[in-house]
């Protein structure tokens, strides 16, 4: 099963290298939405630095959405995704390996981008390596959340449309407690606890939404 897993998230890594155009995409939208705030707050360098952490974190999870629809769209529509679970590994792992497959070709890429982003927004040098373990947990929580969206709207008319308003209110409290952390880390308070949360969404995340997800796929193929 494991070498199954891995043939899923190195076939997918090989299409996303191939058909770049996803990654590319979304690492592009986050930095150009992410320039685009401080030309409506206006120049002050206090202003910015203070809304930097809900910038980076709305930015980064609005671009991580954008390649959701066609995560197992395209398998879909191909019959592939008939063959991945008639290879004998069980549905919530083909869904895990292609959420894995999701966070390696554009949550890691919007991790790196962020670290430029921050630097033109003012985010004190102090508080990256604690914006970069938030993303790192929440860019894993919106890849499992967003791929079990992603497989309930699988089939559906305007699926694309739908996918936002189902993961939005699930990953909003991701987001509130990845930018409380930064916040906290700039202004002096502690900001584990915080942190700590992010854990326990992605703990709880890991095994619920790939079995949600594997409901969603047999049920889009039969």
Known sequence: MTRLFCAIVLRDLKLAL???ADTLGAVLFFILT???FPLALGPSPELL???APGIIWVCALLAALLPLDRLFGAELEDGSLDQLLLLGLPAPLVALAKMTAHWLTTGLPLLIAAIPLATMLGLPAGSLPILLAGLLLGSMVLSLTGGMGASIVLGARRGGVLLPLLVLPLITPA???GAAAIDAAS????WGPDLELLGAFLAGALPLCPLAAG???RAAVE
Do not use: K, Q
């Open 18 to 20: 191939r058909h770049g």
């Open 187 to 190: 202004t002096g308070l502690p």
């Open 49 to 51: 630095r203070h809304m």
């Open 175 to 177: 987001l509130i407690f």
């Open 34 to 36: 992410g320039t685009l």
């Open 215 to 217: 409901a969603g796929l």
